[in-house]
């Protein structure tokens, strides 16, 4: 099995808390890692687990091993018996491990029934951080699901094909979506074709036939499932007009490629929208680093109306720091120099230029380098 790096923060949750929470995507990983986890499995979408977990209900909570529910929130009223049996002894650490793929739902159960008596972890596809040894280049081509032919020696988008049918026309509707899965499918290549571009609802409307409203609940239902990032602004009160509105992002690249029509053979460095590909994919790598790592993080992104910019800003406990992301091996002093602009606006404690830089720069405030180093760098400092 793949090393997951949020296993150890699992734990340490575990240690603390009498249950977990992991969240993420539909097949990143999920029931792999909690399966070699914990000795007792029962996954919740499906009913005959339900009735053997019924049975079962008395030997598992007197049990000293971990219990693993997956999909929990298929099953609303597991939360009102856990709460019971977790307040019944709320000394015992360690208890239980909840998996879900919606958020939204599953959130809510959380803060209703088993707030302060759970961690939350949320799992991403894997990431460079995980696969030290992988070529980045196929990484960003098929992105990181572990079925999505990245731990394989075959490239091929077929995997992908599958599972984003199965999302629009299964998995959505039955998680309560209410969009037609025509409809569904066009929005996911309309976001592809607007990746790292400002949101526009009201043009996706137009497009789809549905109300500027309609269309916000439906983003928002797709990034509740993991699916999309919509990265908002940040916010200041500065003399220059800052932009309000977020910007939006397929979250795995190699979903955003095969909605972008690629296959085994495209060659990403010739494709129009390259740039905001590079952009989107490092935007992830950098958050999943940080997230397997249990660092809490701010990620925000800075323009103002006048075209000043930077990619990303990331508030990391009492520190900022701006990152511009730039698909080049040679980036330009005008770069740092409006990360500086950016600096005297806002403040920050380090200036990144990310790139894919062979010299590479981690230290002091003024950072120069490709995504191996600024990985390396993070890791260091914890």
């Not at 029931?31 to 079962?56: I, Q, S, V």
């Not at 990144?352 to 600024?374: F, I, K, N, Q």
Request: charged share 25%; with cysteine; proline share 4%.
């Amino acid at each position: 099995m793949q090393t997951r790096q949020s296993e150890a923060m699992i734990w340490r949750h575990l240690k603390r808390f009498p249950a977990a929470c992991i969240v993420g995507p539909r097949q990143c990983g999920k029931t792999t890692l909690a399966k070699a986890m914990g000795a007792h499995y029962f996954d919740l979408e499906h009913t005959p687990d339900r009735l053997r977990l019924e049975t079962r209900w008395t030997e598992m909570m007197e049990g000293k091993d971990l219990v693993v529910f997956d999909e929990a929130q298929c099953w609303p009223e597991l939360f009102t018996r856990l709460r019971s049996e977790i307040d019944a002894d709320r000394q015992r650490k360690g208890r239980f491990l909840l998996l879900g793929s919606v958020s939204l739902e599953l959130m809510k159960q959380v803060s209703e029934s088993l707030a302060g008596r759970l961690a939350v972890v949320e799992l991403t596809p894997l990431h460079a951080a995980e696969l030290p040894e992988i070529n980045l280049n196929k990484l960003w081509k098929l992105g990181g699901f572990p079925e999505g032919g990245v731990l394989d020696g075959e490239e091929s988008f077929d995997w992908h094909s599958s599972y984003l049918k199965l999302m629009a026309r299964r998995d959505l509707p039955q998680w309560g979506l209410p969009a037609e899965p025509a409809v569904t499918e066009r929005l996911f290549k309309l976001i592809a074709a607007k990746h790292g571009s400002i949101q526009n609802a009201s043009e996706f409307g137009a497009a789809l036939g549905l109300s500027h409203h309609t269309v916000q609940s439906y983003l928002h239902y797709l990034e509740g499932v993991f699916l999309i990032r919509r990265l908002q602004p940040y916010h200041a009160k500065l003399k220059n007009r800052l932009i309000r509105t977020p910007k939006l992002y397929w979250r795995d690249s190699g979903l955003l490629h095969r909605l972008l029509g690629c296959n085994v053979k495209t060659e990403l460095a010739a494709m129009p929208w390259v740039g905001e590909s590079w952009e989107g994919w490092i935007i992830e790598q950098v958050l999943a680093c940080y997230s397997s790592l249990g660092i809490e993080v701010e990620a925000t992104f800075f323009r103002d109306r006048d075209g000043l910019e930077c990619d990303l800003v990331l508030d990391i406990e009492d520190k900022r720091e701006l990152i511009e992301i730039k698909l080049t091996s040679h980036p330009a002093p005008e770069d740092l120099t409006k990360l500086r602009k950016i600096q005297s606006l806002i403040g920050a404690d380090r200036l990144v230029l990310l790139t894919r830089c062979a010299d590479v720069v981690t230290t002091g405030s003024t950072w120069m380098t490709d995504l191996r180093g600024y990985i390396a760098a993070v890791n260091a400092s914890r």
